[in-house]
């Protein structure tokens, strides 16, 4: 049976920044679709470092809050690396929105508090799924910004909520594939490696079409040619 049945496993942060090697996770959100409703697991951590005041504007968790409610990070990074990889090791896919960025702060981080990273307890972190990647490669030429919201919009996916909240985000976000599914039904065609394989290949293809228009106009620009750091 095709995996566009399901299950798939929505996962997104909030931190502190926008770099994933140097910022420090403050939520998590891990969302089980399986058929049979949603299962939620949501974390708070104290990341044990200010959390900047532009940070706190787009998620609204304060440093004081997050040392007041907020678990040990190491705690919190320890439980998503582990239903992170069993999810992995059973063969369901991770569902992120520009999951370079939430998978490699969450390797970063283990990393960095001394934890096994999530290449370290599986084989490959591999099958991702990432709306972004995907919506890059199906429709290169679509005008205009690809935030998650940008493509909430095209695809017609709706929310009462507030985004940058890890919770909506990752709903959004697994909500975002379905429709995109619908629309692009060349996607079932794919086993999930080679879907993994064909985001891999995709990525790369576009970091190097951007940096060409962005030098192309003067500006001394690296784009990153890996998806996913692991």
Request: aromatic letters at 6%; zero cysteines; a negative charge.
């Amino acid at each position: 049976m095709s995996w566009i049945r399901g299950p798939f496993v929505g996962f997104d942060t909030e931190t502190t920044g926008v770099d994933p090697t140097q910022s420090r996770l403050v939520t998590a959100s891990i969302i089980i679709r399986d058929g049979g409703g949603d299962r939620v697991l949501n974390w708070l951590a104290d990341p044990g470092v200010e959390i900047p005041p532009q940070a706190s504007a787009v998620h609204g968790i304060s440093t004081e809050y997050a040392r007041e409610h907020g678990r040990p990070v190491e705690e919190v990074l320890e439980e998503v690396a582990r239903v992170l990889a069993e999810v992995l090791a059973g063969g369901t896919p991770i569902v992120a929105f520009n999951a370079g960025y939430d998978i490699g702060l969450l390797e970063a981080e283990l990393a960095r508090h001394g934890l096994p990273t999530l290449s370290a307890r599986v084989s490959r972190v591999m099958p991702v799924i990432d709306p972004l990647v995907l919506d890059r490669a199906l429709v290169p030429r679509r005008r205009g910004k690809r935030t998650l919201s940008d493509l909430m919009v095209v695809y017609g996916v709706r929310t009462d909520e507030s985004m940058h909240d890890a919770e909506v985000d990752t709903r959004a976000t697994l909500d975002l594939l379905e429709k995109m599914i619908r629309k692009h039904p060349a996607l079932s065609m794919y086993t999930l490696p080679k879907l993994h394989d064909y985001q891999v290949r995709s990525h790369a293809a576009w970091a190097e079409d951007f940096e060409r228009w962005l030098r192309s106009k003067g500006r001394d620009a690296t784009i990153g040619r890996d998806w996913l750091p692991v």
